[in-house]
């Protein structure tokens, strides 16, 4: 059977439009994303291997990710989201800045931003960005012949992007849960819900509205613990074209 693939992302998916769209400054939805990031983390052990799915062209969660884990691979289904990432890891002078929203990770964390500070935490982010991996979440093998199991994989506004029915997101939540989640590893995810597509300039791109039973059902049958499962949600703000955001996280 042929694998199924995102096909409007391999098509139309232009990370420097993305960027310029969604991230023009971190807003309250990016410190929502965060918080629950690092109210997450210190329940966690610090020297995590963890993979980041689906991750764009974006390096936020990474800001959060990093001090707590000893390395971290990346991975997209997209080889031009990898290369922006490897353009800012690597310090061209046009890759785009992650400074502004280095700075929301560490004052919610309750750290000063200084620049010493920011600069300290880019150079962190370089050092344990050891990997970045070509990812097709939606084949029961994302990563293909690899078996590397991580202690935290970590999937930011993207399994709810690449699953157009519920019976795929449980799919793709076992694909995930199965192949690259270790024993007692944990899922942290979010979604956007109440809406059924994104824009980035003329293009839209297509959105499983779940709702939080949609995602307790799916952590329970890709084999998370239902004592461990949390979930946060917040309403979004006036101007946008969904209802909110949602938070989980659980361990197997
Ligand atoms: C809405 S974007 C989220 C990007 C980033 N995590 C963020 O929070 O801004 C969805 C991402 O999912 C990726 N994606 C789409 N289908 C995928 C698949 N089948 N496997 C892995 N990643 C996929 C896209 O390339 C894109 O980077």
């Given at each position: 059977m042929?694998?199924p693939?995102?096909?409007?992302?391999?098509?139309?998916?232009?990370?420097?439009?993305?960027?310029?769209?969604?991230?023009?400054?971190?807003?309250?939805?990016?410190?929502?994303?965060?918080?629950?990031?690092?109210?997450?983390?210190?329940?966690?052990?610090?020297?995590?291997?963890?993979?980041?799915?689906?991750?764009?062209?974006?390096?936020?969660?990474?800001?959060?990710?990093?001090?707590?884990?000893?390395?971290?691979?990346?991975?997209?289904?997209?080889?031009?989201?990898?290369?922006?990432?490897?353009?800012?890891?690597?310090?061209?002078?046009?890759?785009?800045?992650?400074?502004?929203?280095?700075?929301?990770?560490?004052?919610?964390?309750?750290?000063?931003?200084?620049?010493?500070?920011?600069?300290?935490?880019?150079?962190?982010?370089?050092?344990?960005?050891?990997?970045?991996?070509?990812?097709?979440a939606l084949?029961p093998?994302?990563?293909?012949?690899?078996?590397?199991?991580?202690?935290?994989?970590?999937?930011?506004?993207?399994l709810d992007?690449m699953s157009a029915t519920i019976e795929e997101w449980k799919q793709v939540m076992r694909n995930v849960?199965?192949?690259?989640?270790?024993?007692?590893?944990?899922?942290?995810?979010?979604?956007?819900?109440?809406?059924?597509?994104?824009?980035?300039?003329?293009?839209?791109?297509p959105?499983l509205p779940l709702t939080?039973d949609d995602v307790?059902q799916g952590?329970i049958e890709a084999?998370?613990?239902?004592?461990?499962?949390?979930?946060?949600?917040?309403?979004?703000?006036?101007?946008?074209?969904?209802?909110?955001?949602?938070?989980?996280?659980?361990?197997?």
């Open positions: 042929e694998t693939i995102s096909h409007e992302y391999v098509t139309e998916f232009n990370p420097q439009s993305y960027l310029r769209s969604y991230y023009t400054g971190p807003d309250s939805e990016d410190r929502f994303v965060t918080r629950c990031m690092v109210d997450a983390l210190r329940t966690m052990p610090s020297d995590l291997l963890t993979l980041e799915l689906g991750g764009g062209p974006t390096l936020f969660a990474v800001a959060t990710l990093a001090p707590y884990s000893r390395e971290i691979h990346f991975c997209d289904l997209l080889p031009a989201n990898l290369n922006e990432v490897r353009r800012w890891l690597e310090n061209e002078p046009d890759a785009f800045d992650w400074g502004p929203y280095i700075e929301m990770t560490l004052e919610e964390e309750g750290l000063s931003a200084t620049p010493a500070n920011v600069a300290h935490r880019a150079e962190e982010m370089r050092r344990k960005v050891t990997r970045l991996l070509s990812c097709n084949d093998a994302p990563l293909g012949s690899t078996t590397q199991t991580y202690d935290l994989v970590v999937a930011q506004t993207s992007a849960s199965d192949t690259l989640v270790a024993p007692q590893g944990r899922l942290l995810v979010s979604l956007v819900s109440g809406t059924e597509g994104y824009s980035v300039g003329d293009k839209t791109f959105v939080v307790r952590y084999g998370f613990k239902a004592n461990t499962l949390q979930i946060e949600t917040m309403p979004a703000p006036d101007a946008r074209d969904y209802v909110g955001l949602i938070a989980a996280v659980a361990q197997k």
